[in-house]
Nanobody, 124 residues
């Protein structure tokens, strides 16, 4: 059974940084795309970033240049380094994985399995 466990959320002032981690277990994720979504209060869940097993990455326009996604295939873990945080980044962040053996990223990245979410709060 696939299990995704996020960590690293918290509260930070605008301009600060946080690093989210998501550890996956239950199978081998080498050919899985791993990524992050977020959902702010009263809004729909939105794509944040994704990374293929070959390291190719994609970002939402709203986070480009501020967030960096990475993964450690040996640890089945994906990370999201978030810098220069803004109040509009406040949301619950969800880790997601999707089986996809291509070196490229799926369009769209939908996520087959999801974590429970971790809260990120950015105060102005």
């Amino acid at each position: 059974q696939v299990q995704l466990v996020e960590s690293g959320g918290g509260s930070v002032q605008a301009g600060g940084s946080l690093r989210l981690s998501c550890a996956a277990s239950g199978r081998t994720f080498i050919t899985y795309v791993m990524g992050w979504f977020r959902q702010a209060p009263g809004k729909e869940r939105e794509f944040v970033a994704a990374i293929s097993w070959t390291g190719k990455s994609d970002y939402a326009n709203s986070v480009k240049g501020r967030f960096t996604i990475s993964r450690d295939n040996a640890k089945n873990t994906v990370y999201l380094q978030m810098n220069t945080l803004k109040s509009e980044d406040t949301a619950v962040y969800y880790c997601a994985v999707q089986e996809y053996s291509s070196q490229w990223l799926p369009v769209p990245f939908r996520g087959d399995y999801w974590g429970q979410g971790t809260q990120v709060t950015v105060s102005a």
